[in-house]
């Protein structure tokens, strides 16, 4: 199967490639250094040529207000190009509970993106996915100082990128499902312990603090960033992921 990975050489996208490529697959992939620009259009036409999916795995260069914009354009731009190219089946990554925020600029921009793809012609699937365990120390950096580091209390259940990948190959590889896949890691914590099991990792003797305003995760109420009963749940463990 010929599958076109937009947005292929990141993080998740190289994973995909990889794993399609591994499984008999013909997965290329696009991207602004492959000449490819979703926002301008520019390159669509020849990367889809002949593809029978499509993967999009690319992603706003910003979280704020700015972010719906990038998606209206890219998706816009990305399902004339598939129509054109006979495409049989999308597939975005998306974030479970994302509609569950409507507080976040870039929740809202990411639902504007399902939506997107949910009125397109194109037979389409979306993977929600988790938080990033690759994103832990980030979202912790953003609230951090010298001493403490700050973090809600809001539950997660982290997944691996690589995990994230092996089902976004699977969907792709599959019948588009006209809906959604979620798919979480196998355990679920406070973001706060997230942040204790992390510096305790590293050796950081910082000290984590409560704090249910403190960043992006602020905003989140309840526990919609966990996976729902019906979710796939991905096999690697988040103590396992930082010893490794």
Known sequence: MKIAVVGG??????????????????????????????ITGAGLDEALAGA????????????????????????DNLLEASRKAGVGHAVILSIVGVDEVPELDYYR?????????????????????????????????????????R???????????????ATVADVAAGAPVGGVVNVGGPDVFTLDEVGRIALAAKGDNRKVVVDETA??????????????????????HYRDWLAS
């Open 9 to 38: 050489t990141g993080l998740i996208g190289s994973q995909v490639v990889s794993r399609l490529n591994e499984q008999g697959h013909e997965a290329t992939p696009h991207a602004l250094s492959t000449g490819v620009d979703v």
């Open 52 to 75: 029978e999916v499509v993967v999009n795995l690319t992603n706003s260069p910003t979280f704020d207000e700015a972010s719906p914009a990038f998606f209206q354009t890219s998706m």
């Open 109 to 149: 921009a990411k639902v504007l993106q399902e939506d997107l793809l949910r009125a397109g012609r194109v037979p389409y699937s979306i993977v929600r996915a988790t938080q990033f365990m690759e994103f832990m120390g980030a979202v912790m950096s953003w609230t951090s100082d010298d001493d403490t580091v």
């Open 151 to 165: 973090l809600p209390s809001t539950p997660i259940q982290p997944i691996a990128a690589a995990d994230v990948a």
């Open 215 to 236: 960043g992006m995760f602020g905003a989140v109420k309840g526990d919609v960033l966990t996976a729902p009963s019906d979710a796939r749940i991905a096999p690697t």
